[in-house]
């Protein structure tokens, strides 16, 4: 009697294995998604909380996200993000402004981000965007 597998035991296996790799791709790919938008929200929620820092201690509007970064207000630069006031220029109306961060990466949805961060929004470009009011304490 010879040993080894048969041609139809090897076809078994191969069809288990690619069984499995049916079901098991879909779902990481899935996990992926869902932490590149985590991290997208993660970023919009501490460069926020980074302009409300550097507007309380600085008395004043950062006027990029380099200016948070060098300034000790973030850690690193994220990719892809922008920092805008409204109005432009800032002119402190009634002592508050609308501060507003905004992915510009292309690479996630909006409603993955707004299920990690219920604050962020659709601009109408498809970039993930967040808005909030910071007010002039001094």
């Known amino acids: 009697m010879k040993k080894g ?27 992926v998604k869902t932490a590149r938008a985590s991290q997208v929200a993660q970023n919009l929620r501490n460069i926020m909380t980074a302009i409300e820092n550097y507007v309380n201690t600085e008395q004043g509007f950062p006027d990029d996200i380099d200016v948070l970064v060098s300034s000790n207000y973030l850690s690193s630069k994220p990719a892809n993000y922008t920092i805008n006031a409204a109005p432009t220029p800032v002119n402190w109306t009634d002592g508050e402004e609308k501060a507003i ?3 510009t990466g292309g690479d996630v949805d909006v409603d993955d981000v707004k299920k990690q961060n219920p604050n962020v929004i659709n601009d109408g470009s498809d970039n993930p965007t967040m808005e909030a009011t910071v007010v002039k304490w001094w």
């Open 5 to 31: 597998f048969t041609l139809v035991e090897l076809l078994i296996v191969l069809a288990v294995i690619a069984a499995l790799m049916a079901v098991a791709t879909p779902m990481a790919l899935n996990a």
């Open 101 to 103: 961060v905004k992915y």
